[in-house]
């Protein structure tokens, strides 16, 4: 991985965390993208500890805003002349209906809006870089999904786990039809279901909420284990020219009905791009 630039959402902790530390640890220069000044530099200090030489960079932004996306694009292809991987790993739950800045649903905006637009301002710059690889971190929960297209936040009735699982469906519809998309071009795009991981994920919700997710954490996998998926798919040579596939502990697996409807992945598109204000045919 050695002149390879890998950029990773959700770098200050968990599975971004480990996954960075991972690709630094194969000698790639690596970017964390991070909203909290503070951890983001504990990040950086430690995956620089890690590293196998690469640089290691930070960049600041709230992937639930769009001009932070719009300004994390901008700020990646001002600073990095070419771009090999891009993890999608950011993440978040909630159990109260929110939302952004833009108006959007606060899940529905970070787990797969702020992904969708990221990629589409680095697309260029990922082709001329190509091989290059877009990995997006998933869940098993995309199983339970639906994409309720009249109401995508959920606001008329709002259970945490539907709105979960709707964004993570979008994950997964997302990468297929990406993939479609990126076809010739020598970019790819997978996604991991990475198993139940002790991270942060969740901890936004209060107190109990946060002391639940300690509780439970002897029962997770640990960050590093979660990781493993997302770092070979990044820089494995044998998945290369893999493309357009759902994986679970470096497997392929066949994902959901719903996931698998490509009519459902060009109108989520299309509703995506109208939602970040992109052309829809790019």
């Not at 690889?133 to 539907?162: C, E, K, N």
């Not at 993570?168 to 198993?195: D, I, M, Q, S, W």
Request: charged share 20%; proline share 3%; aromatic share 6%.
């Amino acid at each position: 991985m050695r002149g390879r630039t890998c950029v990773v959402t959700g770098a200050s902790s968990g599975i971004g965390r480990a996954t960075a530390r991972a690709l630094a640890g194969l000698g790639a220069d690596v970017v964390l993208v991070c909203r909290d000044v503070a951890r983001s530099a504990a990040a950086r200090a430690d995956v620089a500890a890690a590293s196998a030489g690469g640089a290691v960079d930070v960049v600041l932004g709230d992937l639930a805003v769009q001009r932070d996306v719009r300004r994390v694009a901008a700020e990646l292809l001002a600073r990095f002349p070419a771009l090999h991987v891009l993890v999608h790993n950011a993440g978040v739950v909630n159990l109260r209906h929110a939302t952004t800045p833009d108006g959007i649903e606060v899940v529905f905006a970070v787990n797969h809006l702020a992904p969708f637009l990221l990629t589409h301002l680095l697309r260029d710059r990922l082709v001329a870089s190509a091989p290059a690889r877009v990995v997006t971190v998933a869940s098993a929960a995309h199983q339970l999904g639906t994409i309720d297209f009249d109401d995508l936040g959920r606001a008329r009735a709002y259970r945490w786990m539907p709105v979960y699982a709707q964004s993570k469906l979008a994950n997964v519809l997302f990468t297929y039809e990406l993939a479609r998309r990126l076809a010739g071009t020598g970019v790819t795009a997978n996604c991991v279901h990475p198993g139940a991981v002790g991270t942060r994920l969740g901890q936004n919700n209060g107190r109990i909420a946060t002391a639940l997710t300690w509780l439970l954490r002897p029962l997770f996998r640990s960050a590093e284990r979660g990781a493993d998926t997302v770092v070979w798919l990044a820089s494995a040579p044998d998945v290369a020219t893999v493309t357009g596939r759902y994986f679970v502990d470096r497997r392929p697996r066949t994902s959901s009905a719903a996931s698998r409807d490509e009519a459902l992945a060009r109108r989520l598109w299309d509703v995506s791009a109208r939602l970040t204000g992109i052309d829809a045919a790019a």
